[in-house]
Antibody
């Protein structure tokens, strides 16, 4: 069975930092592009960042560019999201997603709350 | 940046009825890169349709997708009780960037 398990969320003050991790099992991570997608409470899905299979290409939503950094360790089957300069509007459930052109797998998400 | 506009925001229908959901792109996109997701409360989204009209593994054939250019449609031929949920269209691409629409909620009338 494929499992994606996010961790690292929590309560942080505005301006603070968090590092999210996504541990993947049941598939070979190096075959998949990986993404972070977030969902604020009661709101829709918003793509945050993505990285290609070997980590050579990354992309970011305008709202997080310059503050968030995506990375991956294929040997450890783990995806990361370093989040700096956090804002109240970054509060959301953060999903880790592995994707190909015809299929994907989602984790259950880790909740990030930015509040003073 | 391409914007995806979904309509209607909410669709109120009864089980057994046909649902037609629209997704309009602000500029033309390749049909190879348009997908639809279903999300139920408390669950992660599930891929239904990729490349505009191909059903993902395990998706029943009452779900179908169509469209081209800027106008895309998800059709549920006969609504089952488990189909009442929120549906998102998504543009993906060969570079790591996705865009989601704001969603259409299909609710019980």
């Amino acid at each position: 069975d494929v499992q994606l398990v996010e961790s690292g969320g929590g309560l942080v003050q505005p301006g603070g930092s968090l590092r999210l991790s996504c541990a993947v099992s049941g598939l070979t991570l190096s075959n998949y592009w990986m993404h972070w997608v977030r969902q604020a409470p009661g709101k829709g899905l918003v793509w945050v960042s993505g990285i290609n299979s070997d980590g050579s290409s990354t992309g970011y939503a305008d709202s997080v560019r310059g503050r968030f950094t995506i990375s991956r360790d294929n040997a450890q089957n783990t995806l990361y999201l370093q989040m700096n300069s956090l804002r109240v509007e970054d509060t959301a459930l953060y999903y880790c997603v592995s994707s190909t052109s015809s299929s994907d797998y989602w984790g259950q998400g880790t909740l990030v709350t930015v509040s003073s | 940046e391409i914007v995806l506009t979904q309509s209607p925001g909410t669709l109120s229908l009864s089980p057994g009825e046909r649902a037609t959901l629209s997704c309009r792109a602000s500029q033309s996109i390749s049909s190879a890169y348009l997908a639809w997701y279903q999300q139920k409360p408390g669950q992660a989204p599930r891929l239904l349709i990729y490349s505009t009209s191909s059903r993902a593994t395990g998706i029943p054939d009452r779900f179908s997708g169509s469209g081209s250019g800027t106008d895309f449609t998800l059709t549920i031929s006969r609504l089952e009780p488990e189909d009442f949920a929120v549906y998102y269209c998504q543009k993906y691409s060969s570079s790591p960037g996705w865009t989601f629409g704001l969603g259409t909620k299909v609710e019980v009338k």
